[in-house]
T-cell receptor
């Protein structure tokens, strides 16, 4: 199976909260990341969390990490139409310089 | 900082032609990565460098692909000869420590 798994699609209404989920398989992962990709653009680093943390908050973004279940989530509060994009989860394993990416979750925000 | 710079942003070429993609990493970053993104395969790591030295090129699909990093501020990815199945978006990324930043990508179409 995939090392990093994400659901493919999420649709929300403007103003609602969005929760994008990710599961990973390597318990040695040291950092976990969320990237955002808008159409025709590169991947933009949104936020990342160190594996000894449970939660990180940055303005409208909240990252939750459950190491026991190897589950990572990204919550976007007050979702706006400008948040419509593909969101990638990625892990960095201990001793590695590379990242392993999921296939991305397309978030569609409707007015 | 201008971020990771890639050129050209778009490239259309005919099968059999040589294609050269260019990347300027963020100043001070010691890692450089080349990725390819397609609908079918998602984001694939092709090769990465540390301090200008290629570390892992196992993701390079064929001998038609080659990459160089002659100095800390410049890298190229070359495809010779190009084929229609090489059509994709090619991203360069650079990192220092735990964060990896992507360029805007080169959209390649091989006819």
């Amino acid at each position: 199976g995939e090392d990093v798994e994400q659901s493919l699609f999420l649709s929300v209404r403007e103003g609602d909260s969005s929760v994008i989920n990710c599961t990973y398989t390597d318990s040695s992962s040291t950092y976990l990341y969320w990237y955002k990709q808008e159409p025709g653009a590169g991947l933009q680093l949104l936020t990342y969390i160190f594996s000894n943390m449970d939660m990180k908050q940055d303005q409208r973004l909240t990252v939750l990490l459950n190491k026991k279940d190897k589950h990572l989530s990204l919550r976007i509060a007050d979702t706006q139409t400008g948040d419509s994009a593909i969101y990638f989860c990625a892990e960095r394993r201990s001793g590695y310089s590379t990242l392993t990416f999921g296939k991305g979750t397309m978030l569609l925000v409707s007015p | 900082d201008a971020g990771v710079i890639q050129s050209p942003r778009h490239e259309v070429t005919e099968m059999g032609q040589e294609v050269t993609l260019r990347c300027k990493p963020i100043s001070g970053h010691d890692y450089l990565f080349w990725y390819r993104q397609t609908m079918m395969r998602g984001l694939e790591l092709l090769i990465y460098f540390n301090n200008n030295v290629p570390i892992d090129d196992s993701g390079m699909p064929e001998d038609r692909f080659s990459a160089k990093m002659p100095n800390a501020s410049f890298s190229t990815l070359k495809i010779q000869p190009s084929e229609p199945r090489d059509s994709a978006v090619y991203f360069c990324a650079s990192s220092h420590q735990e964060t990896q930043y992507f360029g805007p990508g080169t959209r390649l179409l091989v006819l």
